[in-house]
C-alpha cells in the first residue's frame, strides 16, 4: 500500500471504532480528524464529503464481517456442517459485539427511515450477508440435511431472528445466558427443519 492508502485505510480503521461508540450518524470529519490528530481538510481530501467518510466505514465493517463470519464457513463442506459453522461464527461475532455494538443493528435504527447513499450502503450490505445466509439453507435442504420442505427464506428470517433478539436481550437488558438460549434456539430451529439428532449441534 501506498502512504496516501495507508493514511485513508488508518482513518476508516480509527472512524469504525468512533462509529461503534457513537453511531454511524455521529460520524463527521471534524470529528474523525481530532482522533486521528489531523486537520479536517486532510481528512476531507481522502473521502470528500462526510456521507463517504460513512459509506467508506460501513464497506469496511462489512468487510471484516466477511473475513470473521462468511469466509472461514465456506472451508466447511456444503450443507449443515457450513451452515452450522456459519451460525456459530456469527454468534462469535455478536457475542464480541456485545460491549461495542453491531453497526448492521445499530445503523438500521438510525437510517431506517432515512433514505440516501448511507441508507442503501447500509441495507446492501445486510441483504447481500443474508442472501449468503440463505444459500447455505438452500444447499442444506439440497443435500439432504433438512427437510425437502424446508422454505430457506422463513428458516433464514428465524436464524436472523435469533441474533437480533440475542443482540437486544444481552446488550439493552442485560439477560443472563442469553448466549446459551440463543444456541438452543438454533438447535432447535435445526430440529424442527429436518437435521437429525446425529446432525446436532
Known sequence: MQ??????SAIVDAALGLATQIGIEGLSIGAVSEVMQMSKSGVFAHFGSREELQISVIREYHH?????VFYPAMQEARGLPRLKTLFSNWMKR???????GCLYISGAAEFDDRPGPVSDALASSVKTWLSALNRCVVQAREAG??????????M????????LALHYEARFLKTDKSLDRAKR?????LLRYGATPTQKV
Not at 502512504?3 to 485513508?8: A, M, P, S
Not at 433464514?156 to 441474533?163: D, K, P, Q, R, T
Open 3 to 8: 502512504k496516501g492508502q495507508q493514511t485513508k
Open 64 to 68: 471484516r464481517f466477511e473475513l470473521e
Open 94 to 100: 455478536t457475542s464480541a459485539e456485545i460491549d461495542s
Open 145 to 154: 440435511h433438512l427437510s425437502e420442505l424446508t422454505d430457506a427464506a422463513q
Open 156 to 163: 433464514s428470517f428465524e436464524l436472523h431472528g435469533l441474533v
Open 185 to 189: 434456539g438454533f438447535e432447535h430451529i
